[in-house]
Every structure is written in structure tokens, then in C-alpha cells.
């Protein structure tokens, strides 16, 4: 079994910033891409970004120049730096990462739960 489990997320400013956390725990052998994702009500859940295990990052075209990914893999864990936030940044957030268990020789994509990220005065 494998767990996404995301934190970090709340209330900000527009203009401030928040980071968000996401560790992967369970059986695992070893974690390719890791990302974030983003959805509000009635969208389709949208890219935000991705990075490799190999640290190739990928933006969506709204984030980019203020959101910052990283991830450590000795700690199975991937960061989102927010920065200079705006209301149009309100969302569930959902970590997603491709995660091959010692079980087996396919990787699976899996998701967090969610956390919820407001901007707002």
C-alpha cells in the first residue's frame, strides 16, 4: 500500500506565499515523476507542476516565474514554493506521483487527498 500525504496549504494574502509538502510512504521501491496539480469547482483539474527523478521540472503557463518545485529523494517528498500569490491561485491542490512498488514491475500513478490553498484578503 502506498500513501500520498500532502501539508502546508491555508489562508494567504494575495502577493503572499506558502510552500506545500507531499511524502510518499508504503511499499515502494522507487518514485519516478512527482507533481501538483490543481482543481476548483467546476474545472477540470488542471497542471501545475511536475518534476522528474532526475529533477526535470515542468510548469504550467500560469505559474510560472513564481512557483518553484522540488522534491528529496531520500525522503520520497516533493515541495511547491508559492510565491507572489494571487486570488486566482485559490484551489485543491492534489499531489500526484508515479511509484513502482517492490511488488511488482509496473509503476502506478497515485494521488494525495488534497489540500485546500486560499488567497484572499
Known amino acids: 500500500q502506498v500513501q500520498l500525504v500532502e501539508s502546508g496549504g491555508g489562508l494567504v494574502q494575495p502577493g503572499g506565499s506558502l510552500r506545500l509538502s507531499c511524502s510518499a510512504s508504503?511499499?515502494?521501491?522507487?518514485?519516478?515523476?512527482m507533481g501538483w496539480y490543481r482543481q476548483t469547482p467546476g474545472k477540470e483539474r488542471e497542471l501545475v507542476a511536475t518534476?522528474?527523478?532526475?529533477?526535470?521540472?515542468n510548469y504550467g503557463d500560469s505559474v510560472k516565474g513564481r512557483f518553484t518545485i522540488s522534491r528529496d529523494n531520500a525522503k520520497n517528498t516533493v515541495y511547491l514554493q508559492m510565491n507572489s500569490l494571487k486570488p486566482e491561485d485559490t484551489a485543491l491542490y492534489y499531489c500526484?506521483?508515479?511509484?513502482?512498488?517492490?511488488?511488482?514491475?509496473?509503476?502506478?500513478?497515485?494521488w494525495g487527498q488534497g489540500i485546500q490553498v486560499t488567497v484572499s484578503l
Open positions: 500526484n506521483a508515479k511509484i513502482k512498488q517492490a511488488t511488482g514491475p509496473i509503476s502506478y500513478n497515485y
Open positions: 508504503g511499499s515502494i521501491f522507487s518514485v519516478n515523476a
Open positions: 518534476i522528474t527523478s532526475g529533477a526535470v521540472t
